[in-house]
Structure formats: C-alpha cells, structure tokens
C-alpha cells in the first residue's frame, strides 16, 4: 500500500473540529427549543461559532497538503 | 479487507483515484499558452456569473411596481435577506446602510459561483480555485482595515490588538495572540474556508463518480453492483453539497459583516 501518513494526521485532527461544531449547533438547538423567538438573535451567533471552529479543521486540512 | 484487495484482484492498471490535479482545467485562451494566460474554465464561469446576476436583478427591478410580480418578489426578497438578516442584525441599525451594496454583491457573487458545482455540464465551484477565494477575502480584509482606521485614526491598531480590562503581567502575550489571530490568521481562514470546502466537496463528487464507472466498467463480477452503492451515495453527496454551498456563502458573508462591525465598534 502507498500513501501518505498526513491524511491519517488530517483525519485525526478533524475529529476535534467535529466535536467542536457539534457543540455549538447543539447548543444553538437547545436555546432555540427552550425558546423559539430568540432564533433571530441565536443564528448568527451559532454560526459565527461553526466559523470558528471550523478554522481549526480547516488549517489542518492545508497542512495535510502542503507539508 | 475486501475494499484493500479490490483493486489488485481487477485489471492491472487498477483504480486511479482524482487527484487534485484535474482540478485545475487545461486554459481556454489558444494564444500564449505557452506562457500560461490563467484564463480557465474557473475564469469563465466567473464572467458568466456576473452575467447572470446583473441580467437577474436588472430584469428583477426594471419596472418597480407596487404590487410586485413574481420576479420583482423574488429579487426583493433576496435583496432584503442580505440587508435585514446580515446587514442590519450585526453592523447595527445606525450606520449598516453603506455596506449592504459590498455584502450583497458578496453574497450572490459567491453563492452563483458556489452553485455552478451542481449545476450538470458547468460542474464545477469557481472558488476551488484558490486564486478567487484569496481575491474576495482580500478585497473584505483591506475593507475591514481601512474601515478601522479611517473611523479611529492610527489608534485603531492598538483598539484591535490590546483587549480592555486585562492585567498587565500578562499582557504581552495576549497582544502577540491577538495580533496573530487578527491581521494574518483571520483572512487566512477567510479565504480558505470558502475554498477548502468547495475543493472537498467537488473532489467526494469526482471520486464516487470515479469508483462507479471503476466498479460497473472494470471490477470483478461480483463486485459490480457494489456501483449502485457508490451512485447512491454520490447523489447523497451531491445533495449536501447543495447545502454547504450556500451556506458556505451565507457565513462568508456573514463574517464580513462581523469584521467591519468589529472595525466601527467603540471599544475591543
């Protein structure tokens, strides 16, 4: 087998991005059912949070390829 | 292990998985070729899109009526989820106005681009190329900067770098943090985002539909109708694809606002 050792770094690393964003939208999700008119207020905050975190995931994925 | 031995127990010339290679599509252009003109497949779909956007609205808002019609209601509504749900909700109720023409422009540029990767025979995201992602985040980063000092003068650095109310002793350090995760990691994971999502999505694409044509055309007898799992789930991935695509669009505009937001705030 032939292959390179990042990608399994990558695949690795993306576990904390996931985790990550799994937080915040289940966050987003409770506050929105406990109560729904705050959804406005919450959406971009929820995905300001994804953005963030996402960041982690995404740098890992450039240095899977380019180091 | 049956997936590791599939490829060496078919024909000798094997799977070839995409590489990101076919990406980057033979230039159009015949003339200097040689000398690389740039002009791509990329840089078509771009000119279509501005195309397209500008024939929409323009058709959209020609004749303004009262009572809009069905196109007129269609670019009305697009106009005012930009202005009210990203302008007005985090640049504020005072001063959002002069920069709902930077995001909306922002947001269907990206979004007509983004969408071209589901559309068949266009097929493929212009922002999988790099050089279109680097451009839109530039243009926000000058943006946000210019915004930032015109507002505050030269102080506007040591608003952005230097938090209110943190100790002194440790104070350095949250500075060189703050400098590094503003003006170089934030246009970083600005641009990058919009492309590395665009990239993987279109690469998942090619590589099911790769192994369907591997698997149905090439593999063993009794691996072939392992294809119509492989066409499945590349129609499934298409479908999401759909969905990160505009909503890729939707947070890349939105953390335009919040930057310029963050570059008209008072205090850090």
Redesign the interface.
Known sequence: ?EGNINLVGYGLSAIGGAIGVGLVFAAYINGVARQPEAQ?VL??IA??G??LT??LA??G??FA?VL | MIALALPAAANEGGFVPPTLEDMHLPEILPWAAEYGTGFGKQMLLVLLSVALIAWFFLAASRRGQLVPGKLQHLGEMSYNFVRNSVGKDIIGERDYRPYVPLLFSLFFFILVNNLFGSIPLLQIPTPSHVGTAYALAGIVYITWIVLGLKKHGIGYFKLAVVPAGVPKAILPLIVIIEIISTFLVRPVTHSLRLFATMLAGHLIIMLSAAGSEFLIMDADFWFKPLGVLTIAGGVGMYMFEILIQVLQAYVFVLLTAIYIQGSLAEEH
């Open positions: 087998m406005r959406q971009p995905f300001l994804l953005a996402e960041a995404i740098l994925l450039v390829f």
